[in-house]
């Protein structure tokens, strides 16, 4: 059984940071991909930012470039989202999820992971 548990999110203020935290617990050595999502009410989720575990390379959304960062330590089983610069339009319940394959072309894509954590809230507002 694969677990992911989120944590970190909270109330901030524009301009202001926050840092996600994903313990992945389970079953976790066939993963490939593993990434962050988000949602905002009334609107589709999206990929946000992933690691290609097999070589640690890292992919964003051009609305994130710049300001977040993703890391992950292999040794904690965690990843992790550090988010500067926030703006009031990063404002949504933040997803990790894992992947089994790797998906160069088209990692933003919801579908193609097979875990997710239960997500954690972030708010940026004045």
């Known amino acids: 059984q694969v677990q992911l548990v989120e944590s970190g999110g909270g109330v901030v203020q524009p301009g202001g940071s926050l840092r996600l935290s994903c313990v992945v617990s389970?079953?976790?050595?066939?993963?490939?991909?593993i990434g962050w999502f988000r949602q905002a009410p009334g609107k589709e989720r999206e990929g946000v930012s992933c690691i290609s575990i097999g070589d640690g390379r890292t992919y964003y959304a051009d609305s994130v470039k710049g300001r977040f960062t993703i890391s992950r330590d292999a040794a904690k089983n965690t990843l992790y989202l550090q988010m500067n610069s926030l703006k009031s339009e990063d404002t949504a319940v933040y997803y990790c999820a894992t992947a089994y394959n790797w998906y160069a072309n088209n990692w933003w894509s919801p579908p193609l992971y097979d875990y997710w954590g239960q997500g954690t809230q972030v708010t940026v507002a004045s």
């Open positions: 389970g079953f976790t050595l066939n993963f490939y991909t």
